[in-house]
């Protein structure tokens, strides 16, 4: 499965933005997808996820509240609505699949994702 993030760009703190992860090459309703993030000196940091079978999805407590996942898979598309963000949203957010994988409620676990998008630069700064 190739994955291609778009939708990022500049926001003032407190603005929002909408992420996408188009995907294809593959049977997209079988794949979960994950959402990370990077900022420039530190770990990456898994966001979201949305599971392939249930729907069930994880938010990382720094964007809980504030962030949401969906998935349309007629149109092979995921994305992550980030509302009310802040400075320290600053980075470079990837998606990820993982085949037939699970999203669990209360961890992420970036080994268990396969193909990587090429990223996508969300800065937020007044």
């Known amino acids: 499965l190739q994955l291609v993030e778009s939708g990022g760009g500049l926001v003032q703190p407190g603005g929002s933005l909408r992420l996408s992860c188009a995907a294809n090459?593959?049977?997209?309703?079988?794949?979960?997808i994950g959402w990370f993030r990077q900022a420039p000196g530190k770990e990456r940091e898994g966001v979201s996820c949305?599971?392939?079978?249930?729907?069930?999805?994880y938010f990382a407590d720094s964007v809980k509240g504030r962030f949401t996942i969906s998935r349309d898979n007629v149109k092979n598309t995921v994305y992550l609505q980030m509302n009310s963000l802040k400075r320290e949203d600053t980075a470079v957010y990837y998606c990820?699949?993982?085949?037939?994988?699970?999203?669990?409620?209360?961890?992420?676990?970036?080994?268990?994702?396969?193909?990587w998008g090429q990223g996508t630069q969300v800065t937020v700064s007044s």
């Open positions: 090459g593959g049977t997209f309703y079988y794949y979960t």
């Open positions: 949305i599971s392939a079978s249930d729907g069930s999805t």
């Open positions: 990820a699949e993982d085949l037939f994988g699970p999203c669990y409620t209360d961890v992420i676990v970036d080994g268990e994702y396969d193909s």
